[in-house]
C-alpha cells in the first residue's frame, strides 16, 4: 500500500535498535525525511549508514533524552517536522519486592514523561496545522502482570494520555494514536524475559522457554510494529485518533500474560 509519506518529516525517539530502527527503515522506504533520537550515538551513525540507499535526509540527535528539558531541547533541534514518533523507553521489569522507587522513576522520567513532554512541544509547533503522534506503549498496560508492575503501571498512564490527548485533537489538526506491543524480538524484550525467567523458572538462562506459551510460539517481529506504526503514522489512518492499537497475538485478548 502506497502510504502517502513521501516529503513528509518524521522525529523517532528510541532510534538506535529494536523498533525504532525498524521504523526508521520503513519510513525511509516510504520516502519520509528522519530525525533519530537515541542515547546510542555509535549505533546511530549506524543506522543512518544503512539508510543511505533511501533518497531521504536523516538527521541523528545522540542524546540522553530522560528529561523533559532534553526533550524540548530535541524538538527545537528537529525543527518543523510532521510526525512525532514517541518510541523511547526503559521501564525496569521485575516485582515490587524487587523494582525500586528510583528505578521507577528513572524508567517514568524517559518513558512516561518524556512522551508527554514531547507531545507538549509537538502540539504547541503543529497545531492549527496537520499533524500526527504515535505513542508505541505496552500491552501491559492493559494486560497488568504483577512481575512488570512498573511497566503496567507506566504503559497505563501512556494509553490515558493518548485517549484524552486524541480525542480532542482533530479539533486542532493533530492526531494522537498510540500502538500496544506485546512481546517483540528486540533487545529490550530479552532483557525483560530473562528477569521474567527468574521470577517464573528460577533460571535467567532459560528466558527462551517461555515463548512456548505465547501465540505461535513467536514474538512478534520489529518490522511487524513498525509497518503498524507507518499505516497509523500516513494520512491513509486520517480518520482514526485518541485509540489504541494492539499487536500482541491475541494475548490481551486472553487476558493473560502467559
Known amino acids: 500500500m502506497q502510504l502517502d509519506l513521501a516529503g513528509k518529516t518524521a522525529l523517532i525517539t528510541g532510534a538506535s535498535q529494536g523498533i525504532g530502527r525498524e521504523l526508521a527503515r520503513v519510513l525511509a522506504a516510504e520516502g519520509c525525511n528522519l530525525h533519530l533520537a537515541a542515547r546510542n550515538g555509535a549505533a546511530l551513525e549506524e543506522a543512518k549508514a544503512e539508510l543511505a540507499e533511501f533518497p531521504v535526509t536523516v538527521t541523528i540527535h545522540p542524546a540522553d533524552l530522560s528529561s523533559s528539558e532534553a526533550m524540548e531541547d530535541l524538538d527545537r533541534a528537529a525543527g518543523d517536522y510532521d510526525i512525532l514518533m514517541n518510541n523511547a523507553g526503559d521501564i525496569p521489569a521485575g516485582d515490587i519486592e524487587v523494582v525500586t522507587d528510583e528505578a521507577i522513576k528513572r524508567g517514568f522520567d524517559l518513558k512516561v ?122 494520512p491513509r489512518a486520517g480518520y482514526i485518533s485518541g485509540t489504541i492499537v494492539t499487536i500482541d497475538g491475541g494475548i490481551s485478548a486472553r487476558g493473560s500474560v502467559i
Open 113 to 234: 514523561f518524556g512522551y508527554i513532554s514531547l507531545a507538549r512541544s509537538f502540539w504547541k509547533r503543529r497545531k492549527g496545522r496537520d499533524g500526527v503522534i504515535v505513542n508505541v506503549i505496552g500491552n501491559s498496560g492493559e494486560n497488568w502482570d504483577a512481575a512488570y508492575f512498573a511497566g503496567s503501571t507506566g504503559n497505563a498512564a501512556l494509553m490515558s494520555f493518548t485517549k484524552a490527548l486524541g480525542g480532542r485533537s482533530m479539533n486542532h489538526g493533530i492526531r494522537v494514536v498510540g500502538v500496544n506491543p506485546g512481546p517483540v524480538d528486540t533487545p529490550r524484550m530479552f532483557k525483560i524475559m530473562r528477569r521474567k525467567a527468574i521470577d517464573m523458572l528460577g533460571d535467567e538462562s532459560r528466558w527462551a522457554e517461555l515463548y512456548d506459551h505465547y501465540p505461535a510460539k513467536r514474538p512478534a517481529t520489529a518490522r511487524e510494529v513498525a509497518d503498524l506504526c507507518a499505516f497509523l503514522a500516513s
